[in-house]
C-alpha cells in the first residue's frame, strides 16, 4: 500500500513538473526570437528569473500578479466544471471593482473594519450579477454564453468609462483640465493591510483560503457535486432529477462572483483606485482571461490552480522585468506569452496518456483501482449544455 | 517524437515570421578631442609669447587671439611697454610643446598655449618654469597646477543671438551650419545657434553638417553649397575653414553669421552679425594677477555678460527694427542669465526611464514622448552624457506601477510615467524614494509631493488653430471629429477645435464622435466614413487609432487635422496642419531642475507660447494666404493672450 | 434629432457603413463556422487576423502587388491555423486555451514585425472601390451595395459558398458529420484529423484574409493591435448565427449596422453619452438572441477532441 502511494506521488511529480517543462520549451523558442533580435537569451532569461524570484520584493510582485488570476481561476475551476466557458471575467471583474470601489469612496467615515469586507463582498457581489446574467441567458433564452460573456466584457469597459469620467470621476480631477478617468483615492484605513516594504497584501491569503474553500464546495457538498454532474453529463443529471438550469446559472453566478471579487481586490489591495485607460486589460491587467489559463494549468483543480498561477504570474511578472533590462518591445513578451500558453496546453497530452496507462495497469492487476474523486480523469466540462 | 513534432512545428512558424526581422541598436556618436587656434605679439617689459594652431589672420580662432594681444598691447602703452612673440601654424602638437618650452626658458613672462590640445603639452612643461606664467584655452582645467590659468568662451550664447536672428530672417525656413569637428568650441557654438532658432521658431529647419576638418577650404564649401541646395537661405559656420563657406552664401545671396573673429569684411552685403571672442578681457585679469604676483590656478570664461563676447551687427546690413530689437532683448536675457542655453552637466551619466502606454511608433501619444526622449539625448551630448529606457505597452496599471518602481530602486535619475493613468501608483512610490526624480502627465497634480514633476499639454490651443482653419476652409460647412473617449487629453483637443471652428464660422457644424477605444482602428475609420457621409469635408481626430480615420479624409478628398505627432506622412495630400507635442521643452526644464537640485513639485505645460505645441503647416497643402494669415494671426493671439478659448459645455 | 435618423442621407450612410464594417466579421465569423461545425473552437482568431493584416499590408506596401498581399495574408493565416491545428488535433490540447495562446502570440508577433519592419505608421493604397456597371447608378442601392471595394464582394459572396458547401456537398456532410459524432464519422471511413486540419486551415485562411480586409482594402493602414479584438466578436456571431452561414451574414449585419447607428447618433448630436451609445451593438445583439429564442443546439463534439480507438 505504502508502495504503491509512492509511486503515485511520484506520477503526481511528473504530472506537475509537466507545465514547467512545457514552459521551457516554450522559452528555448523565445530564445529564437531574442537572438534574431539580438539580444542575448542567458542575459534575458536571467533577468526574467530575477524579476519573479529573485529578490524578496520580486516574489511579492509574483504573488500580488497571481492573486487576481487564482480568483479568477477558482471561478473558471466552477464553471468549466459546471460545463460553461465562462470569458467575461475581464467585464465581471471590472463590474465587481466599480460596486467595490462605490462602498469605499462613498463610506469614507466608517470603519475599516467595516468598509472592506463589505466592499470585497459587494465586489463579489458585482461580479455575480454580472456573470449571472449570461448564466441566465443560457438557461433561459439558450443564449451562448461565449458570445454573451465576450458582449458583456465590452459593455462593462464602456459602463467603466461612462462612470469613471462621469459620475464617479475623482472630485479633484473633475476641477482640473486633464480630468483623469479616475476615482477618489482609497483613504488609508481602507487598504488591504501589505506586507511592508512590497505590494503584497492580504488578498492573496484570501485568495488561498478560497481555493481551499472552493476546493471543499465542489467536491464535499451537493451544489458542488450537481455542479461537476451537470457539466459531466447534462442529461443524465436531468434523468437523475438535477434542476440543470439552475446550476448552469448557478456556475456562471460563482464565476462571475469570484471574477468581481478579484476586481475589488485589485483596487483595494493594489491600486486604491479605479483608473481606466479605455481598455479592460489596463484595469485587470488581463487577468480576466489569464486565469482562465492559469485553471487549466491547474487541471481545472482548484488547489493546482494556486501553483498555476505563482507560475503564470511568476512568467508575467519576469518577462516585464526582462523588457526592462534588455529593452525589447513589449510586444515580444505578449508573443512570448502567448507560446507558453500555447505549449503548456499541449503538454496536457502527456499528463493524460501516463494517467490512462496508470489506469490501464491498476484495471490488469485486478485491483479495480476507481480513480479517486479529485482526480481529473475525465475531459473536464466544455459540454455544450442541450437545455 | 510528437515533442519533437511540436518543437518543429514551432520553431518552423517563427523562422518563416520571424525571418526577416533585425534589431536597431541606437548608437549616437561619440565626442573626438579637436583642435583650436590661436595668435600673439609683443612688447617691452611684460614679454608675452603664444602658439597656436593656425595663422593670426585666420579670422577665426587664432586671429581673435591676436587681435586681443594687440589691444592689450595697445593699452598697455604700445611695444616699449608689452612684447608679443608668437609661434602660428602649430598643428603639431609635438612642436607646440617644444615651442612652449623654448619661450618659458627664454623666459618670458606669459606663455598662452592657445588650443585646447596643447594641455597635456602643459601639464608636463609648466612645472619646470614655476617663474613662468602659463595660459590655455579653451578650457576651465587649470590641472590644479598654479602657474597655470585656463580660458575658455561661452560660445554658445552669441551662437544663441545668431540662431534667434537667423530664425527671424529666414523666409526658406531652412538654415545650414558647417562646422569642423563635432567637440569642443565649435560644438557649443553650433548647438547654441540651433536652440536659439528653435527656440525663436520652433518648426525652423536646422541643417547641421561637420566635415570632419579645421582646414578643408574646399569641403567647407562644398558644405554650403549643400545646404543652399537643401533650401537653406542663411549659413553660419565655425572654425577658419568657413572662409570656404562664406564665399559661397555670398554667391548664393544666403545670409552669414560670424563667430570667433568678424567676418564682415570677406562679404560685407550678406553678413548679418558676428559673435567677436574679446580675450582681451581675461589677458588684462591674468596680466593684473600676475602684476600682482599670482602665477595662474585660475580659470576664466568669456561671455556675453562680461564683455568678453561681442555681438557685432554689419552696419551695412539692414536689420529690420523689429529683429534688431528681438536680438538686443536676447542679449540682455542671456546676459541677465534668464535664457539658459547649454544643458547642463552631471558628474555621471544621466539616466532616464519612461513607462508608456502603447508602442513608441504609435505616431500619437507614446511616441511624442520616444522622440523628445531622443532630443534630449542630442542636447545632452549623447549616450555618454545621458542614457534611456523604456517600457512600452504598458497599458496594465498595475504593471506600469512595478516597472516604475524598479527603475528607481535601479537608480534612475528620472523615471518618466508618461500616461495620466500612473499617477495614483507614482503617488505611492516617489515618497519611497525621495533622491530620484518622477515627471507624469498628462495632468497638473504633483501631489505635493517634491519629487514629482507634472506636465500635460494645453492641446486645446492647437486644436483651436485646427478649427479656426478648419472652419476657414470648410465648403460644406459641417466638420467631424473622431475621439477615444471623452476625457483628458482627447477631450481638451476635441472642446478646443469645436471652439475654434465655432468663433470663426458661428454656425458650422462640428459633428464630434468618441468610440470609446484607443484601439478600435476599424471603427475610427467608419467613424470618420460616417463624418463625411454627413457631409463633413474637414475632418480631425486624435489619439493612436485615428490612422484608420486619415485613411478615410484622403479617400474622400477631405482635409485633416492632426494631433499629437507629425500625421502630413500618411495622407500629404489632405492633411493641412497638426499640432505637434515637443515634450523636450518641458524636459529641458526638468533635467535643469535636477541638475540645480530639485527633484519636484513643479508642474510643467507645453503650448503655443512655450514651443512645447508647434503648428506643423503642411507645406504641400496649398493653404490660401488670407487663412495662413488668420492661422498665424490666431497662434500669435493665443500666445499673447488676446485670444482666450471658451469651451461651450 | 431623431428624426434626423429617418433621413435619406442617414440611413444610405448606416447602410453603407455597415456593410464595410460587416466585411472582415464575414470572413473570420465564416471561416470560424466551418472549424466549429467541425467541432473545433478557435478564440485565436484575433491573433490570426493582426499577423494576416500585417503580412499583407507588408507585402502590399514592399512589393506593390495587393494581390500578393492578400495571398501572403492567406498564407500567415493558413499557418497559424496548421499549428492550431496540429496543437488541438495531434495534441488533443484544450481549444479554447490553446487559441487565446494563438492570439496572444499574433497580437505580440504582429507588432513586433510591425516595429521591427516598418518602424512606423505608413499607408498604402489599398483596393480601390469598384464600382459595378449599371448596378452602380441605381439609386439608393447603387451606393450601398455596388460601391464597395473587391473584398467587400468577395466576403458577402462567400456566404452562399459557404453555405453550399456545408450542406449540399459531400465535403460539408462530412465536415458536419465530424463536428455531431466524429466516432460515427470514423466509423465510416471519414479522416476525423484530416477534416478538421481543413476547418481550420481554411478559418485560418480566412482570419488572415479579413484582416488584409482591414490593413490594404477598408483601412489602407496598419497599426499595432488594430483589430482591437473583432476577432472575439467574430466568434461571438458564429454563436448568434447559430453554425449557419446565413444566420452569421445576419449577425455580422446586425452588429455592424447598430455600431454605424451609434456613430450616427453620436453625429447627429442625440444628447446620449457616447460610452453608452458605444455599448448599443453589443446590447442589441445580445437582446435580439434573446427576443429570438433559438432552439438551434450546437455541434454536439465542438470543444472535444477526437482520438480514434480509445
Redesign the interface.
Known amino acids: 500500500m505504502s508502495n504503491m502511494s509512492q509511486e503515485k506521488w511520484f506520477s503526481k511529480f511528473i504530472d506537475a513538473s509537466l507545465p514547467i517543462l512545457a514552459t521551457l520549451a516554450a522559452l528555448l523558442v523565445g530564445a529564437v526570437m531574442l537572438l534574431l533580435?539580438k539580444v542575448n537569451p542567458i542575459e534575458a532569461y536571467k533577468a526574467m528569473w530575477e524579476g519573479a524570484f529573485g529578490s524578496q520584493n520580486a516574489i511579492a510582485e509574483t504573488l500580488v500578479k497571481a492573486t487576481p488570476l487564482l480568483l479568477v481561476g477558482l471561478g473558471i475551476c466552477i464553471s468549466f466544471r459546471g460545463g460553461v466557458?465562462n470569458?467575461g471575467g475581464e467585464g465581471q471583474m471590472i463590474v465587481g471593482a466599480i460596486l467595490g470601489t462605490l462602498v469605499g469612496i462613498t463610506l469614507v467615515d466608517w470603519s475599516g473594519w467595516i468598509v472592506i469586507p463589505v466592499a470585497l463582498l459587494v465586489g463579489f457581489a458585482g461580479g455575480a450579477i454580472w456573470g449571472g446574467i449570461p448564466g441566465v441567458?443560457k438557461a433561459y433564452?439558450?443564449?451562448?454564453e461565449?458570445?454573451?460573456t465576450?458582449?458583456?466584457n465590452?459593455?462593462a469597459v464602456?459602463?467603466m468609462?461612462?462612470l469613471l469620467?462621469?459620475p464617479m470621476i475623482d472630485p479633484a480631477q473633475a476641477a482640473l483640465a486633464s480630468k483623469i478617468p479616475q476615482t477618489a483615492r482609497l483613504i488609508d484605513a481602507f487598504r488591504l493591510p501589505r506586507w511592508v516594504p512590497t505590494r503584497l497584501h492580504l488578498g492573496a491569503l484570501i485568495a488561498v483560503v478560497l481555493a481551499v474553500l472552493v476546493y471543499i464546495l465542489l467536491w464535499r457538498t451537493s451544489w458542488g457535486y450537481r455542479i461537476r454532474a451537470v457539466g459531466q453529463n447534462p442529461d443524465a443529471s436531468k434523468y437523475a432529477g438535477i434542476k440543470v438550469k439552475n446550476y448552469v446559472v448557478l456556475a456562471l453566478v460563482l464565476s462571475g462572483a469570484f471574477a468581481g471579487l478579484a476586481g475589488a481586490m485589485q483596487v483595494y489591495g493594489v491600486n486604491f483606485r479605479m483608473i481606466t485607460d479605455g481598455s479592460a486589460s489596463g484595469f485587470t491587467g488581463g487577468a480576466g482571461?489569464n486565469g482562465?489559463?492559469a485553471a487549466?494549468f491547474g487541471q481545472l483543480h482548484p488547489i493546482g490552480t494556486i501553483p498555476a498561477s505563482i507560475l503564470f504570474g511568476a512568467l508575467l511578472v519576469g518577462a516585464n522585468k526582462m523588457q526592462r533590462v534588455v529593452q525589447v518591445?513589449s510586444?515580444?513578451?505578449?508573443?512570448?506569452?502567448?507560446?507558453?500558453?500555447?505549449f503548456v496546453?499541449?503538454s496536457?497530452?502527456w499528463r493524460?496518456r501516463r494517467q490512462r496507462r496508470r489506469l490501464a495497469a491498476a484495471v490488469l492487476e485486478g485491483e479495480g483501482l476507481l480513480p479517486d474523486e479529485n482526480d481529473i480523469t475525465e475531459?473536464p466540462g466544455?459540454?455544450?449544455v442541450?437545455s | 517524437m510528437?515533442k519533437f513534432?511540436?518543437l518543429v512545428?514551432?520553431l518552423l512558424?517563427f523562422a518563416?515570421?520571424?525571418g526577416?526581422?533585425?534589431?536597431?541598436p541606437a548608437a549616437p556618436s561619440v565626442d573626438e578631442a579637436a583642435p583650436e587656434p590661436a595668435m600673439e605679439e609683443k612688447t617691452g617689459p611684460f614679454r608675452v609669447a603664444v602658439v597656436m594652431p593656425s595663422a593670426i589672420n585666420d579670422l577665426a580662432f587664432s586671429q581673435s587671439m591676436y587681435d586681443a594681444l594687440l589691444t592689450i598691447q595697445d593699452e598697455m602703452g604700445g611695444e616699449e611697454a608689452m612684447e608679443i612673440v608668437y609661434s602660428d601654424g602649430m598643428f603639431v602638437v609635438d612642436d607646440a610643446a617644444a615651442a612652449i618650452r623654448d619661450y618659458a626658458a627664454e623666459g618670458f613672462n606669459l606663455v598662452i598655449a592657445h588650443g585646447s590640445q596643447y594641455g597635456s603639452s602643459l601639464q608636463e612643461i609648466a612645472p619646470d618654469f614655476p617663474e613662468t606664467s602659463f595660459a590655455w584655452g579653451t578650457t576651465v582645467d587649470t590641472f590644479g597646477i598654479d602657474n597655470i590659468f585656463a580660458y575658455e568662451a561661452a560660445s554658445d550664447q552669441g551662437g544663441y543671438v545668431n540662431g534667434v536672428l537667423a530664425a527671424s530672417l529666414s523666409k526658406t525656413g531652412v538654415l545650414g551650419v558647417v562646422g569642423p569637428i563635432e567637440t569642443g568650441d565649435a560644438k557649443l557654438y553650433v548647438d547654441g545657434f540651433v536652440a536659439g532658432a528653435k527656440a525663436t521658431d520652433p518648426t525652423i529647419q536646422v541643417n547641421v553638417n561637420y566635415i570632419g576638418s579645421f582646414s578643408d577650404v574646399a569641403l567647407a564649401a562644398e558644405a554650403a553649397n549643400t545646404h543652399i541646395a537643401a533650401g537653406a537661405d542663411v549659413l553660419t559656420g565655425t572654425a577658419q575653414m568657413v572662409v570656404g563657406a562664406i564665399g559661397v552664401a555670398e554667391e548664393s545671396g544666403a545670409l552669414w553669421f560670424g563667430t570667433q573673429s568678424s567676418q564682415t569684411e570677406l562679404a560685407p552685403d550678406i553678413v548679418v552679425a558676428n559673435q567677436i571672442y574679446r580675450w582681451d578681457v581675461v589677458l588684462n585679469e591674468v596680466i593684473d594677477l600676475i602684476g600682482a604676483g599670482t602665477m595662474g590656478g585660475t580659470s576664466f570664461m568669456i561671455d556675453l555678460a562680461n564683455g568678453g563676447e561681442v555681438l557685432e551687427f554689419n552696419p551695412d546690413f539692414d536689420i529690420p527694427a523689429d529683429v534688431a530689437a528681438l536680438a538686443e532683448a536676447t542679449i540682455a536675457e542671456i546676459s541677465g542669465g534668464a535664457v539658459a542655453i547649454g544643458a547642463p552637466e552631471f558628474e555621471d551619466v544621466f539616466k532616464v526611464a519612461v513607462v508608456m502606454p502603447?508602442?513608441?511608433?504609435?505616431?500619437a501619444f507614446s511616441q511624442s514622448m520616444y522622440d523628445a526622449l531622443v532630443v534630449i539625448q542630442d542636447w545632452m551630448g549623447g549616450e555618454g552624457a545621458m542614457e534611456f529606457v523604456y517600457s512600452d505597452?504598458m497599458f496594465v496599471v498595475d504593471d506600469a506601477a512595478a516597472a516604475i518602481r524598479d527603475y528607481a530602486a535601479e537608480g534612475y535619475d528620472l523615471v518618466i510615467a508618461h500616461g495620466s493613468q500612473y499617477g495614483s501608483s507614482l503617488q505611492e512610490i516617489a515618497p519611497d524614494f525621495p533622491t530620484t526624480s518622477f515627471a507624469w502627465g498628462t495632468t497638473v497634480d504633483t501631489f505635493g509631493i517634491g519629487n514629482i514633476f507634472a506636465y500635460e499639454a494645453a492641446s486645446q490651443e492647437g486644436g483651436y488653430v485646427n478649427g479656426v482653419i478648419a472652419a476657414s476652409l470648410s465648403e460644406s460647412g459641417v466638420l467631424?471629429v473622431v475621439g477615444p473617449?471623452?476625457t483628458g487629453d482627447a477631450k481638451l483637443y476635441v472642446d478646443g477645435f469645436v471652439a475654434g471652428a465655432k468663433a470663426t464660422v458661428p454656425d458650422i457644424q462640428v459633428?464630434?464622435?468618441?468610440?470609446?477605444?484607443f484601439?478600435?482602428?476599424?471603427?475610427a475609420?467608419?467613424?470618420a466614413?460616417?463624418?463625411v457621409?454627413?457631409?463633413a469635408d474637414g475632418l480631425t481626430g486624435t489619439a493612436?487609432?485615428v490612422?484608420?480615420a486619415?485613411?478615410v479624409a484622403?479617400e474622400s478628398g477631405s482635409m485633416w487635422f492632426g494631433t499629437q505627432a507629425s500625421q502630413t506622412?500618411?495622407?500629404p495630400a489632405n492633411v493641412v496642419a497638426n499640432q505637434v507635442y515637443h515634450w523636450d521643452v518641458v524636459l529641458k526644464d526638468v533635467v535643469q531642475m535636477i541638475a540645480d537640485g530639485t527633484y519636484g513639485g513643479t508642474s510643467f505645460v507645453i503650448d503655443l507660447a512655450n514651443g512645447g505645441e508647434v503648428m506643423d503647416y503642411n507645406s504641400d497643402f496649398d493653404l490660401p494666404a488670407d487663412v495662413m494669415s488668420l492661422a498665424e494671426a490666431t497662434e500669435q493671439g493665443i500666445i499673447d493672450g488676446s485670444i482666450t478659448i471658451e469651451f461651450g459645455e | 434629432m431623431i428624426s434626423d435618423l429617418l433621413s435619406m442621407?442617414?440611413l444610405?450612410?448606416i447602410l453603407?457603413?455597415g456593410i464595410?464594417?460587416a466585411t472582415?466579421y464575414l470572413y473570420a465569423a465564416i471561416g470560424e463556422t466551418f472549424g466549429q461545425r467541425s467541432g473545433i473552437?478557435n478564440?485565436g482568431v484575433d491573433?490570426q487576423m493582426l499577423?494576416g493584416a500585417f503580412a499583407a499590408f507588408y507585402v502590399a506596401i514592399t512589393t506593390g502587388n495587393l494581390w500578393l498581399g492578400v495571398l501572403s495574408a492567406m498564407i500567415?493565416g493558413g499557418?497559424?491555423g496548421?499549428?492550431m491545428a496540429?496543437?488541438t488535433v495531434?495534441?488533443?490540447?484544450?481549444q479554447?486555451?490553446?487559441g487565446?495562446?494563438?492570439?496572444?502570440?499574433?497580437?505580440?508577433?504582429?507588432?513586433?514585425?510591425?516595429?521591427?519592419?516598418l518602424?512606423?505608421?505608413?499607408?498604402v493604397k489599398?483596393f480601390p472601390k469598384v464600382h459595378i456597371p449599371v448596378l452602380s447608378d441605381l439609386p439608393v442601392m447603387g451606393e450601398i451595395f455596388f460601391r464597395q471595394n473587391v473584398l467587400v464582394y468577395i466576403a458577402f459572396a462567400l456566404v452562399p459558398i459557404a453555405w453550399f458547401v456545408l450542406n449540399k456537398t459531400t465535403l460539408g456532410l462530412k465536415i458536419r458529420a465530424v463536428g455531431e459524432n466524429p466516432e460515427a464519422a470514423d466509423s465510416l471511413g471519414v479522416s476525423v484529423a484530416r477534416i478538421r486540419y481543413f476547418t481550420i486551415i481554411l478559418g485560418g485562411t480566412l482570419s488572415g484574409v479579413a484582416g488584409a480586409s482591414?490593413s490594404i482594402a477598408?483601412?489602407?493602414?496598419f497599426?499595432?493591435?488594430?483589430?482591437?479584438?473583432?476577432g472575439?466578436?467574430a466568434?461571438?456571431?458564429v454563436?448568434?448565427g447559430a453554425w449557419r452561414p446565413w444566420g452569421v451574414l445576419g449577425g455580422a449585419l446586425l452588429f455592424s449596422l447598430v455600431?454605424?447607428l451609434q456613430?450616427?447618433i453620436?453625429?447627429?448630436?442625440i444628447p446620449i453619452?457616447?460610452?453608452?451609445a458605444?455599448?448599443m451593438p453589443?446590447?442589441l445583439?445580445?437582446l435580439v438572441?434573446?427576443a429570438t429564442?433559438?432552439?438551434?443546439?450546437?455541434p454536439?463534439a465542438?470543444?472535444?477532441?477526437f482520438e480514434r480507438g480509445d
Request: proline residues 1%; charged residues 10%; glycine residues 10%.
Open positions: 533580435l466557458i470569458i441567458l433564452f439558450n443564449v451562448n461565449i458570445l454573451s465576450v458582449m458583456m465590452a459593455i464602456q459602463l468609462n461612462f469620467r462621469g482571461f482562465i489559463v487549466l518591445p510586444a515580444l513578451i505578449t508573443a512570448l506569452n502567448g507560446l507558453v500558453v500555447v496546453v499541449s496536457e497530452i493524460r475531459e466544455n459540454k455544450e442541450g | 510528437k513534432r511540436l512545428t514551432g512558424l518563416v515570421l520571424l526577416a526581422c533585425q534589431s536597431q502603447s508602442a513608441i511608433n504609435d505616431l505597452g467631424g473617449i471623452e459633428n464630434v464622435n468618441y468610440i470609446g477605444s484601439s478600435d482602428v476599424a471603427l475609420s467608419e467613424a466614413n460616417t463624418h457621409a454627413a457631409g493612436q487609432m490612422v484608420g486619415i485613411g484622403e506622412g500618411l495622407a | 442621407t442617414v444610405v450612410g453603407t457603413s464595410r464594417l472582415p473552437l478564440l491573433g499577423l500567415v499557418l497559424m496548421l499549428a496540429f496543437v495531434n495534441l488533443h490540447a484544450e479554447g486555451i490553446s487565446i495562446g494563438f492570439y496572444l502570440f499574433g497580437l505580440g508577433l504582429s507588432d513586433l514585425l510591425f516595429q521591427k519592419l518602424g512606423t505608421v505608413e499607408t489599398g482591414l477598408l483601412l489602407n493602414v497599426q499595432q493591435n488594430m483589430t482591437s479584438g473583432l472575439f466578436i466568434v461571438a456571431l454563436y448568434f455600431n454605424s456613430l450616427w453620436q453625429v447627429l448630436g453619452p457616447s460610452d453608452i458605444v455599448m453589443y446590447i445583439t445580445i438572441l434573446v429564442v433559438s432552439r438551434v443546439r450546437a454536439s465542438l470543444t472535444k477532441s
